[in-house]
């Protein structure tokens, strides 16, 4: 096989994996190789697909390819968490995030990156199908989990059995709004999934020189959304974010924006089967029922104390939970188990990882929105790709988002924004 042909066959399964690595990502189903060693398909796609990049690269010689690197805050938040490995009591923890970052922010980046320069527009559409369809089967399974008592048993595919056991025999049986996860394992992952999809939904939908059909699936992905989403900070983190979208179009798009939200809000959450309004309301609330704090804020106040006692290396990659206990002091709180993701992810990478650690993310979060900004007047991908990063950067105060099903689709938005906002052509995007 002369070289030509080898480096157009491996081109092909390069652009075949890259989009199998995003259509198997939007989920927390994974195989336990070895207790509390999880890996998801995405991972081995991913893995995968990135040796056939560089084995292409190593046919055709093309050494500049390697130079590509992600952009810079990605290097120096990978290199942040790798030195707060350095002081972290489990090392064996800590090496499996930095290995999980390392796979995000510098793999994926590379190979996200180098997919979308080898076929420009044409690719970013395929992507974004691919990526529509995976948001569409995933609602799918949450709007089964929304009106099925039996939900929980599909939710079982993707929730671990310690967490599903907790939820249903501890938190809330098995009605819970902590089961509508469609392809994650609860509520708040499925909600931070959702941050970053719905505002592309409503940029397709209010995007300009958009086909009517893709108008119709983006209107209905988004109502659907809305609906099945039982996580408060990411429904109001959305709904903002879309407010302010429609807000840079003018009063044409802002009004019958906020109309609509308003008579959704008041008219529509309130009837429906789960009283979606008071879930919202119950999953950010101060307190509980019997008056103490929920469990969320005083962990807040704990990780907080990390910082303080930690700011230059944090106590150490994958070591947060190890550490957080001991700085609870005596705030009142509920005791037993908790609701799952619920910690602050900017208060957990500075406890884990510094200060500078959490600098590096906030700038990581920075560049790609930056990056989307500066094409969106021309390009609807980009102005959908920016308001999502905004939605995600808000409902990460209340869930750590960097977690399975979600740290891939979210790297491959900083990379698509990088990317359009280098592109002088958008090709209709």
Not at 42 to 69: K, N, S
Not at 136 to 164: E, M, N, W
Not at 181 to 190: E, K, M, P, Q, S
Not at 323 to 351: C, F, K, M, W
Request: aromatic share 10%; glycine share 12%; proline share 5%.
């Amino acid at each position: 096989m002369t070289v030509a042909r080898l480096h157009t066959l491996l081109q092909a399964v390069f652009r075949a994996g890259v989009l199998v690595t995003l259509c198997v990502a939007p989920t927390q189903w994974s195989l336990e190789v070895r207790p509390k060693l999880f890996l998801s398909p995405a991972d081995l796609t991913l893995a995968f697909t990135a040796g056939v990049w560089f084995l292409d690269v190593l046919v055709c010689r093309d050494w500049r390819r390697l130079l590509r690197l992600p952009p810079w805050p990605h290097l120096l938040f990978v290199g942040c968490a790798a030195a707060s490995a350095v002081v972290a009591a489990d090392r064996g923890a800590a090496l499996k995030d930095l290995v999980q970052f390392t796979e995000y922010f510098i793999v994926g980046a590379m190979v996200f990156e180098a997919f979308l320069r080898e076929g420009g527009g044409l690719r970013v559409r395929q992507a974004l199908m691919v990526l529509g369809g995976m948001t569409a089967v995933a609602l799918g399974f949450a709007a089964v989990q929304y009106v099925s008592p039996g939900g929980h048993r599909s939710i079982g595919l993707f929730a671990d059995g310690k967490t599903l056991d907790i939820i249903v025999n501890v938190l809330g049986g098995r009605e819970s709004p902590l089961l509508v996860g469609g392809t994650f394992g609860n509520r708040n992952v499925l909600g931070g999934f959702l941050a970053l999809a719905l505002p592309l939904c409503f940029a397709g939908l209010a995007g300009r020189d958009v086909r009517a059909w893709v108008r119709v699936l983006c209107g209905a992905g988004l109502a659907a959304g809305l609906a099945v989403n039982l996580s408060g900070a990411s429904y109001f983190a959305v709904a903002g974010v879309i407010l302010c979208m429609a807000a840079v179009r003018g009063a044409r798009w802002f009004v019958p924006a906020a109309a609509a939200l308003l008579l959704w809000q008041a008219a529509v959450l309130p009837r429906l089967p789960r009283e979606n309004d008071l879930a919202h309301f119950q999953s950010v609330a101060l307190y509980g029922e019997t008056g103490a704090a929920e469990r969320r804020y005083p962990a807040w106040q704990a990780a907080y104390g990390m910082v303080l006692t930690n700011p230059w290396l944090g106590v150490g990659l994958g070591n947060y939970q190890k550490h957080v206990g001991q700085y609870y002091d005596v705030v009142p709180r509920e005791t037993g188990p908790s609701e799952p993701d619920i910690q602050n992810l900017y208060l957990v990478l500075a406890a884990s990882c510094g200060l500078p650690g959490l600098f590096a993310f906030l700038a990581v979060l920075a560049h790609g929105v930056a990056s989307a900004v500066r094409s969106a007047g021309r390009s609807p991908v980009a102005w959908g790709v920016a308001g999502s990063l905004c939605a995600f950067a808000a409902t990460a105060v209340w869930h750590p988002l960097l977690v399975r099903g979600i740290g891939l689709p979210f790297v491959f938005l900083l990379v698509l924004a990088r990317y359009l906002g280098q592109s002088e052509k958008h090709d209709g995007l």
